[in-house]
């Protein structure tokens, strides 16, 4: 049950943080061009008509692993995966538990943001942005932060709340990204692009504070110990991958501004840059299953 439960919470996260970030650079940075219809392949919808299919397919991502987790969690809390299916104890997580009163919050802002994707003649694109941002809020109290009381437990919740929008910010933009890189979007691609690489920095920037924050407080020192297993290793293999994807916007970077045809050479990148962050968010889902003390 313990895979299961670290599989569905990578799967709800990742698509979580995309949603938030797709729906945010959307509305903000690349409407414009994903808004542009395909003038070298006539009939071919507007990549804007692309995005909403991704972002339905994210969303119902997003239903089915939440769905998947309330069973899997309530079910560890009766000692027993099968008991998570009993209604009884579905109902007695979901009204008598701090994590069932956040989740019912959860599921159904999941539910306002699929009618959302589906009525969208009745639903904006900066609409859906608030709901996809109010999705997100919902998971900041779900996890280590939630053991703090009072005033602690409040600003690591807004720390974690930060941190999480900032890392769907980055991957969210990086799919925008690939997505117009793969539709072979020419035009005011390049000043864009160099625009989103210089906002990437400082989202890394806060990501790294905050992430510094919440080990400071959980473990009570710069860097958990033991340094080199358990949550301490699974936190030094996170920051890994982080580091990898910032010489990778590095790399980016240096492509846009060198002469020459590098859109094949940019689309790879970022792709592969995607797949670490992906791969971020899965360490951080076996983070959230392990004890920031050995004691704990």
């Not at 940075?29 to 008509?49: I, V």
């Not at 239903?63 to 027993?80: D, H, K, Q, R």
């Not at 689309?267 to 360490?283: D, K, M, N, P, Q």
């Amino acid at each position: 049950m313990q895979n299961a439960l670290i599989l569905c919470r990578f799967v709800h996260f990742a698509a979580v943080l995309l949603l938030f970030g797709t729906c945010l650079f959307r509305t903000w940075l690349f409407r414009s061009l994903l808004s542009t219809p395909d003038a070298e392949t006539p009939g071919t919808p507007a990549l804007d008509t692309r995005l909403l299919w991704i972002l339905r397919g994210l969303n119902a991502l997003a239903l089915i692993s939440g769905l998947l987790l309330l069973v899997l969690i309530a079910g560890s809390m009766a000692n027993n995966w099968q008991d998570g299916l009993d209604p009884s104890t579905l109902t007695l997580v979901l009204g008598d538990t701090f994590f069932g009163r956040v989740w019912s919050g959860h599921l159904l802002l999941n539910l306002l943001l699929t009618i959302s994707l589906v009525l969208t003649r009745y639903f904006s694109p900066p609409l859906r942005l608030v709901l996809a941002a109010l999705f997100l809020a919902t998971l900041a109290p779900i996890g280590h932060g939630a053991m703090f009381d009072g005033s602690l437990g409040d600003m690591m919740m807004v720390n974690q709340l930060i941190h999480l929008c900032c890392v769907g910010a980055w991957l969210g933009g990086l799919l925008l990204l690939w997505l117009l890189l793969s539709s072979g979007a020419q035009g005011n691609l390049k000043p864009v692009l160099l625009r989103f690489s210089g906002i990437g920095y400082g989202l890394v920037a806060v990501i790294i504070a905050t992430g510094l924050i919440n080990v400071r407080v959980m473990s009570g020192a710069v860097w958990p110990e033991p340094a080199f297993s358990g949550f301490g290793l699974i936190l030094l293999i996170k920051v890994g991958l982080v580091l990898c994807m910032l010489l990778l916007a590095l790399f980016n970077r240096l492509q846009l501004n060198s002469q020459g045809n590098t859109l094949g050479i940019l689309r790879t990148s970022v792709a592969i840059e995607c797949l670490f962050g992906l791969a971020a968010v899965a360490a951080v889902s076996l983070l959230g299953t392990l004890p920031p003390l050995p004691n704990a």
